[in-house]
């Protein structure tokens, strides 16, 4: 459960951190999510995690961004999930260890994530770090796709094209 407290400092951190909304200052959305993070805030642990990862207000730290991804994920966070299984399948987080991507991409995918329904589907597609599904990966690109994941689209429409024109008759 988030307390008041650092849901306030999250809010506060995404006020800076939003172009839009007038008060634009990196620093000091770091500074409030950093003070969210430390009392558990889930939401500022993935944005600090999205922070280091892309550089933004700090110097690009794959390995610190990991760990913020990491500490969210453990608390349910869908979008760290999906970002750590991005992670680690790309060797920035542990060596590129495809089950283990599997399994975040699982989790996040679990909670309706359509990212992760994406990359999960790519996984099970091409037989990597999980056994190849077919079935399995269509099914995750549809709910993919079904909230508007471009890139799940693009797949399914690829696949379509791939059958045989006669295939349903």
């Known amino acids: 459960m988030i307390d008041c407290e650092s849901a306030a400092l999250f809010d506060l951190g995404a006020l800076h951190d939003d172009p839009d909304a007038g008060r634009f200052d990196l620093a000091e959305a770091l500074r409030c999510y950093r003070l969210a993070a430390a009392r558990g805030n889930d939401m500022a642990q993935f944005n600090l995690g999205v922070m280091y990862d892309l550089g933004r207000g700090v110097e690009q730290d794959a390995t610190r961004a990991a760990r913020w991804f990491y500490c969210a994920a453990l608390q349910g ?93």
């Open 77 to 169: 966070n869908a979008s760290a999930q999906n970002s750590l299984g991005v992670m680690v399948e790309h060797g920035q987080a542990g060596g590129g260890h495809l089950a283990r991507a599997a399994e975040w991409y699982r989790l996040a995918a679990g909670q309706g994530n359509a990212e992760a329904q994406c990359n999960l589907a790519a996984l099970y597609l091409h037989g990597r770090g999980v056994a190849q599904d077919y079935a399995r990966a269509l099914a995750l690109y549809c709910a993919s796709a079904g909230q508007g994941n471009a890139e799940a689209q693009a797949w399914l429409s690829a696949i379509g094209n791939a059958l045989p024109a006669d295939i349903f008759s």
